[in-house]
Structures are given as C-alpha cells and as structure tokens.
C-alpha cells in the first residue's frame, strides 16, 4: 500500500467558496438589518425540525458550501487532488388541495451545482482544474398528506414522483452530455426529538446532448440517508451524506459511500429564520480509480416566503 501524504494547492480556487460565502453572509446581514437579540428558541426549533424533513411545507433556499473537498485513487502519484463548490437547492412547496393537514403538495428542489474547482485527471498523476456549472436536476416529488401519516408517536414521511437531469454543464468534464430522467423517492419518519429520511433518486438516459464515445450512457443515482436529533434553543446533531453510485463503471469504481456528522443550529437573521449546519464527511468506499475522499461542507438555509399561498386545485 502506497503512503500519501495530503497536500493543498491551487489556493486562489480554494479561496473562491469562502469568498462567495462570506458574500452570502454580508448579503443576508444587509437585508436583515442583522440583530440577534433575544429570540423565541422554541419556535426557531419547530423550523429547524420542518427543514429538516424534505417534504415539509416550507420554503427555503439552501446553500451548500462544500469549502474543502478532497479527491484521491490509483491515478494519483502520491498526494489528494483538492476542489471546492456550491451546491444551490431552492425547496418549493407547491399545494395542491386541501389544506392544512389534508394538503395535497408536490415538492420540487432543484440541484445547481456551481464547482469554484474541480481536479480532473488527464493522464497518470496529471490533472487540470475546471470550474464552471454542472448539470442541474429537477424532482418533482408528491407528498402523502399529513392526515395519513399518523403512526404511533410521530409522522410518516412519504413522496415520489419523476425526476430529471438537464445537460447544463458549462465544461464538459462537469457534465454527462446527456438528458437523463428517472424516479425520486422520499422515505421516512419524524418525532418531536428526531426525523430519519431516505431520499433516492435514479437517472437514465433518454437523450444525449454532444455526448462523446468516451461517456457510457448515464444509469446511475444517488441515496441520501439522514438522521437529525433536536437538542434545546434549537441545536441539532445529525448526520446526512448522500451515496452515489454508476451502474455503468467499471469494477471498483460504481460506488462513493461516505459517512459524516454535523451540528446545526436554527437562528433569526433579522427577520429571517436561518438554519446553520457545518460538518464533515469521510468516503469509506469510494472509487479505486480516482473519486471524493472527503468534504468538510457548511450549510447555510434561509426560509423563504410561500410564494404560492393557495392550492392550485381548490381547497
């Protein structure tokens, strides 16, 4: 086995997730007049609870800074390949009818990666770094209404519906060059104390868009596993890696399962509800070939306004 050793380089690429953070922060703390003052814990904990369930009425916008984000495998020399990005992720509870606990809504939350620097190997211990933005997905997810999903001491967590991916890529090395479609499924369970979700997702490809002989046909997915436990004035421990792998890769390098931990905490910016997460993730499996070894990622979430106050279809 050989020995590594980890070596950060390329820092004005690394630079550019804190400085588009720190601008994000700036941008929420000038609209919001920024005072934290004496707050009501409780009621930023029943947020932090239903943000923390993907099928919840609210609206948000989340920003995931994956600041650090280290890649590794047989074609390095001897040293981790280091990248940086943020992964955007409008949530959009759309009612459909009935309301209340009846309410009938799709959920859609579209993922728009925009990598600030992504190591791309070219040959043996040889890479060049691309940024730019990659290829969006979209999920429609219809939500089984509350009144149904009453068991024991807390609630059901249950959607599906299509999902699609979209030939967006500004590189091609950030993309598939295809257009991909599939099933997004959202399984789970809520307490007062805890909520434990499952959400899948699986592409295939319907079409392609400039793609190369060198790219298989897309057949892949993803599976986020989440556990958040809720702690007083609205802390939160939990965990919530995604797992992807490639039907289509070769033997050794279909699966990156990673395992992490974060702490979250659900605070007012001005007005503004805002749930904070900062944590890590290490890949316990990850590809033999060249794939993510580890991320340390901060989460930043505002609540946004319900644009769409009525349901569509009548109450």
Aim: charged share 20%; aromatic share 12%; net charge positive.
């Amino acid at each position: 086995m050989r020995n590594k050793t980890t070596k950060v380089s390329g820092g004005c690429g690394l630079l550019r997730p804190f400085f588009c953070l720190l601008c994000t922060l700036s941008l929420l703390a000038s609209l919001c007049g920024v005072s934290i003052a004496q707050q009501d814990h409780a009621a930023m904990g029943d947020i932090g609870k239903k943000l923390a369930n993907p099928l919840s009425e609210l609206w948000s916008m989340s920003m995931n800074f994956e600041l650090l984000k280290s890649y590794d495998g047989d074609v390095n020399k001897g040293r981790h390949k280091w990248g940086s990005d943020v992964i955007l992720q409008p949530v959009m509870a759309i009612p459909l009818s009935g309301e209340g606990e009846s309410e009938f809504r799709m959920i859609t939350r579209p993922i728009i990666p925009i990598i600030f620097k992504q190591p791309v190997p070219r040959s043996y211990d040889n890479f060049y770094n691309k940024s730019g933005i990659g290829d969006i997905q979209l999920p429609f997810v219809f939500a089984l209404p509350d009144k149904y999903a009453h068991i024991g001491p807390g609630n059901l967590i249950l959607g599906a519906g299509p999902v699609f991916e979209f030939p967006t890529a500004t590189q091609t090395e950030l993309g598939s060059d295809q257009w991909s479609a599939g099933t997004a499924t959202a399984v789970g369970y809520r307490t007062k104390k805890w909520t434990a979700v499952l959400f899948h997702n699986h592409f295939w490809k319907i079409a392609e868009a400039g793609q190369s002989s060198s790219k298989d046909d897309v057949n892949k997915g993803s599976l986020l596993y989440q556990f958040i436990y809720n702690l007083p004035k609205a802390w939160q421990l939990g965990t919530n890696p995604t797992i992807t792998y490639n039907t289509k890769a070769s033997s050794g390098n279909k699966w990156n399962v990673p395992v992490g931990f974060f702490v979250g905490k659900t605070t007012k910016v001005g007005k503004v509800p805002v749930n904070f997460k900062l944590g890590c993730e290490y890949s316990v499996k990850s590809e033999d070939d060249y794939g993510k070894q580890f991320v340390l990622r901060l989460q930043v979430t505002p609540v946004i306004q319900r644009l769409i106050q009525n349901p569509l279809f009548g109450k």
